[in-house]
């Protein structure tokens, strides 16, 4: 029975901890001095106020001990509990660095749900971004990436987790159980089947962990169409074909595509 009630202790927050025992710490001098002195501190309001600003250090002096023993238990409160309240600040300080660096490297888990995820960061889903936050458009944006170490741009809007989107771990980190959809584009720095099968390797790894979820797959060679397709793709993106057929219409003059 004492090492589940051990064990449950120890899943409790640092920092919950520790608000529990300031507030049991005011509480219980605010009590006390109430007791001790009950002209100067006629209710416990007055007892658990004074004992907020002592342990805050601000010293407001509008409830002070007059008897000696009031004033011993004053000092003592000063000497614990403003000890607890710097740590408390410290850890939430700590905290809050803590996070922005995660979010920063890419290794904070994002939360949120009906997200929208883009894998690779390249010009594409660079646009991509740009033009949903164009539009207003208020969907979470999360991207995923192993070729960057830090987040590209704190300022543009989306949630970065660096890793390797075939692997479970990583799109968990990415809510991916959770989210609408799934943006899959191809890495042009590979090899055009190494690229399409990472990107297969991607949709199905997604479709595992959510199977309902909207997927558009880039694909480069045509040769991968159906594998895609099989892998359970909603929607195929096939570039190469999409980018010959703009070139061969401005070679024959047949369209004019500004450049």
Known sequence: MIQ???????????????????LILIT?????MTIIEPKTFPSILEGIWWA???TSTVGYGDYTPVTIVGKLIGI???FIGAGFVTTYFATVSSAA???????????KDFTEENHYIIVGWNERSKNIISRLH??????PIVLIDQTLRKHPDR?????FINGKATEDNVLLKANIQKAARILITADFKQQEFQADMFSIL??????????????CVEILTLSQMENAKRAGADHIIQTNIFAGAIMVNVLTGENNYGT
């Not at 219980?28 to 006390?32: I, K, V, Y």
């Not at 660095?97 to 979010?103: G, N």
């Not at 949709?203 to 909207?214: M, Q, R």
Request: hydrophobic content about 40%; cysteine-free.
């Open 4 to 22: 589940k009630i051990t064990s449950h202790i120890s899943k409790i927050p640092k920092i919950t901890k520790l608000v529990i025992i300031i």
């Open 28 to 32: 219980l001098f605010g009590f006390t």
């Open 52 to 54: 907020i600003v002592t």
């Open 76 to 78: 003592l409160l000063i």
């Open 97 to 107: 660095i803590s996070s922005e660096e995660k979010l920063m490297n890419g290794t």
């Open 134 to 139: 164009e539009q207003k458009s208020k969907v």
């Open 155 to 159: 300022h543009f809007g989306f949630h």
């Open 202 to 215: 991607t949709l199905i790894a997604s479709k595992g962990l959510n199977p309902n979820i909207y997927s």
